[in-house]
């Protein structure tokens, strides 16, 4: 009877076998399925951003490593020499002072006065859509357009600017002419158009706190000033890492306004790295320096975000 029933036992297992090896064929089929069809919606954004990004990015790397004036079919590969051209070369230098000054210049103020005219807005009992719509504006304004009427406003002699000065008794410089304040000049600018995007997204991020915070702190004796300083701006953190992110990304591409209003000058005053790329590439023709500029600018931009990401998470932890 043992020997039956292990013959038997067998006999189940051995039957049993195809049926299980149909089961597992059919999950395995299922989970291919389930990864191959949001695959098939993602093709389309996948291979746009193929074209468009990695192709370009891959291209561009390539180019860095060679020398190509743009019209020759004929590319020379010279290694590292774009590289070692740039670390030697004084305009390339000047440039990546003027785009951390621009930088420094206009980010800190950019995030602070848009964070401040969200309180401000949001803190008035009518007219929030009107001011958030004016404070808008510039921000999805034409660039273009935008650096002309800036261009004409600073005019040292018929511009709006030194004619609002005047009649507070200040005597206006000669704003795009002079080296010491066509820097500041373009920053004012990006301040005025940047600020209004800041603005709208700390509306959101302060809509999104809860009110019975403030409650609490209001019963714990705590003013407006401790009260923005110990729940508003800390619960704004991850909206103003974002900011300062998208800001300084945008900060060291700015070149529509340098190209109308100074294109570059005078002296290299207002040269920044994108329209130091832009020179080598269109109005010199030297691609390969251009293609290493801008792997340059990209080591750069991408160090600054992994920094800032590093330093919020520390402060986040430290809270």
Known sequence: MVMLNRWNGKQGEAASAPGARG???????????????PLAFLLPALGLYAVFFVYPF?????????????ISPDKEFVGLANYVHLLH???FWISLRNSALYMLMTVPLAVGIGLAMALLVESLWKGKRLYRLVFFL??????????????LMYNPQ???????????????PNWINDPAMALWALAIVGIWKGFGYNMVLYISGLKSIDRSLYEAASIDGAGRGARLRH?????????????????????????????????????????????????????????????????????????????????????????
């Open 89 to 91: 070369d004084d305009v």
């Open 231 to 319: 729940v508003t701006v800390p619960l704004l953190s991850p909206v103003t890492f974002f900011i300062l992110v998208m800001s300084i990304i945008s900060s060291f591409q700015v070149f529509a306004t340098i190209q109308i209003i100074t294109r570059g000058g005078p002296n290299n005053s207002t040269n920044v790295l994108v329209y130091q790329i832009y020179q080598e590439a269109f109005q010199f023709f030297n691609i390969g320096t251009a293609a290493a500029s801008s792997t340059l600018l990209l080591l750069i931009v991408g160090t600054l975000t992994v920094v800032q990401l590093r330093l919020s998470n520390r402060m986040v932890h430290y809270q």
């Open 58 to 70: 891959l291209f561009s790397l390539s180019l860095s490593f060679q020398q190509w004036n743009l």
């Open 138 to 151: 510039p921000v999805v304004s034409s660039i273009g357009v935008i650096s002309i009427v800036w261009g």
């Open 23 to 37: 089961k597992a064929g059919a999950r395995r089929r299922g989970r291919l399925h389930k990864l191959w069809l």
């Open 158 to 172: 018929d511009g709006a600017v030194n004619k609002l000065l005047a009649s507070f008794g200040i005597q206006g």
